[in-house]
């Protein structure tokens, strides 16, 4: 348990962060969730514009620090090149 001023005064920051942190992921993953729904029903036009959407709200959670680079990047390329065959088909 904190004791010291400063400890608590973190203790209360951390749980703030975790709230503001945790919208911010489940906000990232129903973008990602609608993209992934627009692939699986075919439309390729509704997946471009899911794609778009969601791109920034990614790689504002990397410059949050809510997601790692990497792996927001890695995301981004699966999914493009998901709706790209998508297109292609």
């Known amino acids: 348990m904190a004791n010291t001023p400063q400890s608590k005064k973190r203790a209360r920051q951390a749980l703030r962060r975790t709230d503001i942190n945790k919208a ?15 692939i699986a029903s075919g439309n390729a036009d509704a997946a471009r514009e899911a794609l778009k959407n969601a791109q920034p709200e990614l790689m504002r959670g990397v410059t949050k620090g809510v997601v790692h680079k990497n792996t927001a990047a890695r995301k981004i390329s699966r999914l493009a090149s998901r709706v790209k065959a998508l297109s292609a088909a």
């Open 24 to 38: 911010r992921r489940s906000r990232i993953r129903t973008y990602l969730r609608k993209v992934e729904e627009a």
